[in-house]
């Protein structure tokens, strides 16, 4: 005699749960019967605008706590930076990753905001150290090597 075959109870759940209709579709009137498979219930729609919201809400209690800026105060130095990383110039800090708060570790003043890696790989690495970068520059303008061996072109880099 064999046992009957036993439905997990998540699945009668997500079952039953697809038939429920949005609450958030529900409050604005949109009549479409969209799935509601995400808590709440909610559609993919719904549930997706309130995580970004939740996610910003928490991001801006960090700043507030850990830097002790407000989320408006953030934005300002944003726009003063021209709306991207100060030192590499490339990252916008738009998109799911916002640019770091950069600060000294030694007064605690915040910096400006920096991309994850000019903040770590860059300024972590040098250990804030002013001489590090002078050396950066005289490296990239005068190679030690053009002076040893003289100007080598890299194969793959000739026409």
Same mark, same amino acid.
């Given at each position: 005699?064999?046992?009957?075959?036993?439905?997990?109870? %998540?699945?009668?759940?997500?079952? @039953?749960?697809?038939?429920?209709?949005?609450?958030?579709?529900?409050?604005? *009137?949109?009549?479409? @019967?969209?799935?509601?498979?995400?808590?709440?219930?909610?559609?993919?729609?719904?549930?997706?605008?309130?995580?970004?919201?939740? %996610?910003? @809400?928490?991001?801006?209690?960090?700043?507030?706590?850990?830097?002790?800026?407000?989320?408006?105060?953030?934005?300002?130095?944003?726009?003063?930076?021209?709306?991207?990383?100060?030192?590499?110039?490339?990252?916008?800090?738009?998109?799911?990753?916002?640019?770091?708060?950069?600060?000294?570790?030694?007064? *605690?003043?915040?910096? *400006?905001?920096? !991309?994850?890696? !000019? %903040?770590?790989n860059?300024?972590?690495?040098?250990?804030?150290?002013t001489?590090?970068?002078?050396?950066?520059i005289?490296?990239?303008? %005068?190679?030690? @090597?053009?002076?040893?061996?003289?100007?080598?072109?890299?194969?793959?880099?000739? *026409?």
């Open positions: 005699m064999s046992s009957p075959r036993r439905i997990p109870y %998540n699945k009668n759940q997500d079952r @039953a749960h697809k038939r429920k209709r949005c609450i958030d579709c529900v409050d604005e *009137g949109i009549s479409t @019967a969209r799935k509601a498979p995400h808590p709440g219930p909610r559609c993919a729609t719904h549930h997706r605008a309130k995580r970004v919201k939740r %996610n910003s @809400a928490t991001r801006e209690q960090r700043w507030q706590q850990v830097y002790s800026i407000s989320a408006k105060e953030y934005w300002s130095i944003w726009d003063y930076q021209g709306g991207c990383c100060y030192i590499c110039r490339r990252a916008k800090g738009t998109g799911k990753r916002r640019l770091s708060v950069d600060h000294c570790h030694e007064t *605690g003043i915040v910096r *400006g905001l920096l !991309c994850q890696p !000019c %903040n770590r860059v300024l972590g690495h040098a250990r804030d150290d001489e590090f970068f002078e050396r950066c005289d490296y990239l303008t %005068n190679p030690p @090597a053009v002076d040893i061996i003289g100007e080598r072109i890299v194969p793959d880099m000739k *026409g």
